[in-house]
Structures are given as C-alpha cells and as structure tokens.
C-alpha cells in the first residue's frame, strides 16, 4: 500500500474517488452525486445482475417510494429496526397529511401489502420480483458510496408455498451474489450466517457475504434473508393450498447496493488511484497518440480504425487526442483506473506495432499489430483473474486463526497497530450469547461478520467466556 493508503485510507479512499471524478457531494447532507464514470460501474453490475435475475426467472418491478406510516407499525421488529434512520414527509401541497409518509429504507411493507393482493393460490407461487430503486437510511456518519443518507440498490422479494423453497431461494441468492461479486468485480467473499443480534430486522435467518477491504476492515457486500411466514402473517400472505386451505407464504428477501463500487476501489486501489476490473470499468481502453502526432494524420487514423475493432469486439474504449501533453495524459488515466493503455506514434507506425500498459503492472510491452484486437481481450481477461488472485492472497495475509481469548484480541490489535500492520479478519469461538457479542464489540471495535459455512478451523471455546463454542465466526471492524 501506498503511504497515504498505510497511514490515512480513508483520506486515500476519498482522494482516490475524487481524482477518479466519480462523485461530487450534495447539497443535502449524507447525499451524493453519481458522476458519470460512478454510475458507469453501477450500471455494468445492474446489467450483470439483471441477466442472472432473468436467468432465475425473476422479473422487475417497481413500487412507490413513499410509505405510510401504519405500514410500518404491522411487524413490530422492522418498525424498531428502522425507525431511527427514517426520513418522514409530513407535509405535501401547503398541507399537512393526515399520515406520515417514510421515504423508503427497504420496500418489504409496500411489497408484502402488494402481495396479499395478488397472491390467492399456490398456482401463483413461487412469485418472484426484483426492483432496483434508491432508498434512504439518515445515516448521522457517511461516507460515498459504502454509507450515505440516499444509495441505490436492488431487492429482490419472493413468495413460496413452503419454507423448504423458500429457503433454497435465500441461499440459491447468496450464491449468486458470491458469483457476480467475485466474477465481475474481482472481490473474493465470505459466505456465512449473520448472528442474531446482526440479522435484518424482521428475518427469521439472514445470511452475507463479507468483503475484506485494503485496510483489512470489512464490508458486507450482500445479504440474503429467510422471513418464515413473519411478514406473510403481519401483510396477510395467505393462499389457498393444494389441500385446499388457506395458509401463510413464505417469503425471502435480498439486496446489494452501490457500496458494491466502494468496495471495489477499496480492495483494487493503489498509490496511483483507482484500480477498475476491466470487466467493470467504464472505460477498458484508452488510445493514446504519442511523438509528433499532430504532423503525421495517419496516426490517428490508424487508431481510429483500430477504435473501431476494439468497440467490433464489444470493448469499451476511447481515443485521448486532446492537446495536452502524453505525461498529462497517462497520469489522468491512471488516476482514473482505466484497465489498458495503448500509446502509438510515429516510431510504432514503422514497426507496425503499439505500447500497451497495463494499469495493475509496472512496464510497457510492445505489441504487434496483427492480431491486437486479441491480445487486448485476452490482456483484459488476464488482468480480470489477476485482481482476483491479488485480492485473495492480500486477504489470506491478514486472515488469523490463531487467537483464542479476548486478551489475546486486543494484544493482536495493539501489535498490528505498532508496526502499521491490519489487524484484518479473526476467526474465532462463540458461545452464542448477546452479552459476550457484545463485550468483544464495546472492548475491541470489532464485530461478527457472518458465521462461515466452512470456516478453515473449527473453535472449540468462546472467545470471551472461554465456554464451548456454539459458532465459529469471523470479527473484524466494519464500513
């Protein structure tokens, strides 16, 4: 890491963000604007996971943005989960209305009121949607893209007949999550079951996938929430059975945000700026005319003609032949995090060749022009898995299994600090209990990140009271 990334990441992070014009703030405290390049990258992860929806046959939909109040009050835990960071609109046309209206932080009790209306048999089950949509959290700490007031996200929300399907959608979801996270954004994940006291609120189980970032914190990436028949019950779900009498659905839920972007600067960024996954980024290519280009038109209508088989190929490129200097150039790009640079000039055009650069190595290579448009796809793709591997390995360093007392947690993260070192993910026993939970967070910072499916040790005692362990789980500081 970078000095600044060592000694100050979230100063790197918003650095890095703003040099990569990706955002710019709101006049609204908590709110962001999405710059171009910003909602670039959201659009090419919505498009990936609008094709695997499809795929699973869930469709989109949406639904309004304002919520009643007395929504809320019908399932007693989601009102108290939420009811802090709710923003509510009171007034509308000079008056005041007869019920407050919350601008939506998740729309389970606008679907669950839609789907006692359309759903009355088991022939309409399973009923499957997705809606991608903004929604508001009054965040009173903020930071764009991982937690601000206002973020974008889909949810999907699934009804079934009975809990066994229910549940193979909520995990089937989580798989889908790891694969499009790890695919698409080269982010390796943990998958696991969020504690009690972590889960949704309202959910009857909700599991994640946690991302380690740079700095060895964590961010949970996506969620993925069995309800039982709690919302069914306080919505009125019912269906007429195929022993024909009326029962609850079971419902499921799941949702990723545009956090998913921070987290992507955060695992791929370098001293330099944004790293992008050229499966992801705005811009893969960049064309760049070097040497006295300006007395040779030839050079720029080679690389226009070599734009044109880049974009044949279905890749995402642009020619830089602005009037400031190449230094200039490369630096902005860099800076920006596109994946390949190409430099052709005079020299390159005797050689029948051009310069790539690649964002993630150190070099240039020179590179024959017969056949480029292959070599950059396949570059493209090798940088994709390399990003992947960086990332995996940069977390296993800062995995630890060894700690096995709260002592030795908080000796651990005093000694990482000494040195400048992450203190990163532990793995360590619980004994399931809320106050021991608790104890680790209000002494160490840290919190449970998920319990992983298949963790690589198993703790046989709590961390905190030393009793046998119920769980393995991860801790960690989190976004």
């Not at 005797?350 to 310069?355: A, D, T």
């Amino acid at each position: 890491m970078s000095n600044l990334q060592k000694e100050d990441f979230s100063a790197w992070y918003i650095q890095t963000i703003k040099q990569a014009d990706l955002m710019d703030y709101s006049p609204v405290r908590g709110c962001m604007i999405f710059k171009p390049d910003g909602y670039e990258i959201w659009e090419h992860i919505q498009e990936e996971f609008n094709k695997r929806f499809k795929e699973e046959g869930i469709r989109n939909a949406y639904f309004p943005m304002l919520i009643p109040e007395s929504f809320f009050t019908k399932e007693k835990d989601h009102i108290e989960g939420f009811s802090p960071e709710l923003p509510w609109v009171t007034e509308a046309a000079g008056e005041k209305l007869e019920e407050r209206l919350a601008l939506r932080p998740t729309s389970e009790t606008m679907i669950g009121t839609a789907f006692s209306d359309w759903i009355n048999s088991y022939r309409d089950l399973p009923y499957e949607i997705n809606q991608w949509a903004n929604v508001f959290r009054w965040e009173k700490k903020t930071l764009p893209f991982l937690r601000t007031s206002e973020f974008l996200w889909q949810e999907g929300h699934t009804a079934h007949e009975d809990e066994e399907s229910a549940r193979k959608r909520t995990m089937r979801m989580l798989t889908v999550y790891k694969e499009v996270i790890e695919e698409l954004l080269a982010i390796p994940v943990y998958e696991g079951q969020k504690t009690p006291s972590e889960r949704f609120a309202g959910a009857v189980d909700t599991f994640s996938v946690e991302a380690m970032m740079k700095d060895g914190k964590a961010v949970q990436a996506g969620t993925s929430h069995y309800m039982g028949t709690k919302f069914a019950e306080a919505f009125d779900i019912k269906y007429l059975n195929r022993n024909n009498e009326h029962v609850y659905a079971h419902t499921t839920s799941w949702g990723v945000s545009t956090r998913l972007i921070g987290a992507t600067i955060m695992v791929h960024g370098d001293e330099q700026g944004l790293v992008l996954p050229p499966k992801v980024a705005s811009r893969q290519v960049v064309l760049v005319p070097v040497g006295p280009w300006k007395k040779k038109p030839e050079i720029v209508e080679r690389l226009e003609e070599l734009l044109r088989d880049l974009k044949a190929q279905g890749i995402r490129a642009i020619i830089d032949d602005s009037d400031n200097s190449p230094g200039f150039k490369f630096n902005e790009w860099e800076l920006r995090g596109v994946p390949m640079r190409i430099e052709f000039g005079p020299r390159d055009m005797e050689n029948n060749q051009v310069m790539i650069k690649m964002r993630d190595i150190e070099g240039k290579e020179a590179v024959s022009l017969e056949g480029i448009t292959d070599y950059v796809e396949n570059a493209l793709d090798e940088m994709q898995t390399r990003l992947l591997e960086t990332a995996r390995k940069n977390r296993q360093m800062h995995e630890y299994t060894h700690i096995n007392t709260l002592e030795e947690l908080k000796q651990h993260i005093e000694e990482k600090r000494a040195v400048g070192e992450l203190p990163g993910f532990v793995l360590a026993g619980w004994d399931g209990e809320l106050e021991t939970e608790a104890k680790i967070k209000e002494e160490t910072g840290f919190t449970t990140r998920n319990i992983p499916f298949h963790p690589s040790v198993e703790k046989e005692s709590c961390i905190v009271s030393g009793k046998p362990a119920k769980h393995t789980v991860w801790l960690a500081r989190a976004y």
